[in-house]
């Protein structure tokens, strides 16, 4: 295997931290590198299309390191979206500036399309790891695969759905003092995160937590449907057994087996014979 193991995250990432420390005592490959959004940002870019519509790109990073598409092994990609340019709130300028911020995603989203194959992580013409799935829109399709998802949904008033069963609370849209059966509406949302019990991560074929045996082939069914073979389910009890009340297209990787089987992933698809540009 070569190549660059590349991290593009956030500063303050923890969940990318552990993955870079976990992918650095490995031998056999490449360096492991880690990229903030404002490294991207201050990077000078070539980015070429061909006729055929394959890009090819040379990355110089502020400290003169070189990128070249051929040199990249494997990317996790877990980039909350590059900053704005400077002036880009306000000002004469602002319009140009807001331009500019816009071509740079544009840029960063096209450059990890036409790496594809080595990317882990949701790939989408916004460059950010979230794309235009929210998560709503992932949980209805967890919904549709088979898992058991909590109930989510509303009414017109409080005392219309009752006592919140467990892994569940009802959100009032306003403050009002006429107690949990007044003509307020309210929002019926998973609990809180304290209320999580357990997780299952998706990586790339594995599926690795406690319950991958009751839903592993249907985690499998919702990466087809999600686009994206790097995902993490959070589960809160019920009576009924527990339901999943998140899809995290972006894990926290706050448990160290989900850390190992993506810097294991992470190698895994770097040493894929994936065509490289010429």
């Known amino acids: 295997m070569s190549g660059t193991l590349l991290l593009l995250a956030a500063p303050g990432d923890g969940g990318a931290a552990a993955v870079a420390r976990a992918l650095s005592p490995r031998g056999g490959h490449g ?68 331009y500019t911020h816009s ?7 096209s450059w990890l399309l036409s790496l594809a194959p080595r990317v882990i992580g949701l790939i989408s013409a916004y460059g950010t790891a979230h794309g235009t799935v929210s998560r709503t829109t992932a949980l209805v399709h967890a919904e549709q695969c088979g898992l058991p998802v909590a109930r989510r949904g509303g009414a017109t ?39 999580y019990h357990d997780s299952l991560l998706v990586a790339g074929d594995r599926v690795i937590g406690p319950r991958a045996g009751d839903h592993g082939e249907r985690c499998k069914r919702l990466a087809d449907a999600l686009g994206t073979r790097h995902f993490e389910l959070r589960f809160a009890p019920r009576a009924t057994g527990a339901v999943v009340t998140d899809v995290h297209l972006c894990p926290r990787l706050d448990d160290p087996l989900h850390v190992e089987a993506t810097a294991s992933f992470m190698v895994a698809v770097a040493e894929q014979p994936t065509r490289r540009p010429e």
């Not at 980039?79 to 880009?88: D, E, F, S, T, V």
């Open 157 to 195: 008033r409080g005392g219309l759905v009752g006592r919140p069963a467990p892994g569940e609370r009802h959100v009032p849209r306003l403050a009002w003092p006429g107690g949990p059966g007044s003509p307020v509406p309210v929002d019926v949302l998973p609990a809180a995160p304290a209320a």
């Open 103 to 109: 071509e740079r995603q544009a840029l960063v989203a």
């Open 31 to 98: 360096d492991v590198l880690t990229l903030t959004p404002a490294d991207l940002a201050r990077a000078r870019w070539s980015h070429r299309v061909n006729g055929g519509g394959e890009a090819s790109t040379r990355i110089t990073l502020p400290t003169g390191r070189v990128l070249d598409d051929r040199t990249i092994g494997a990317v996790l990609h877990r980039l909350p979206g590059l900053p704005p340019a400077a002036g880009a709130e306000n000002g004469p300028r602002a319009k140009d500036a807001l």
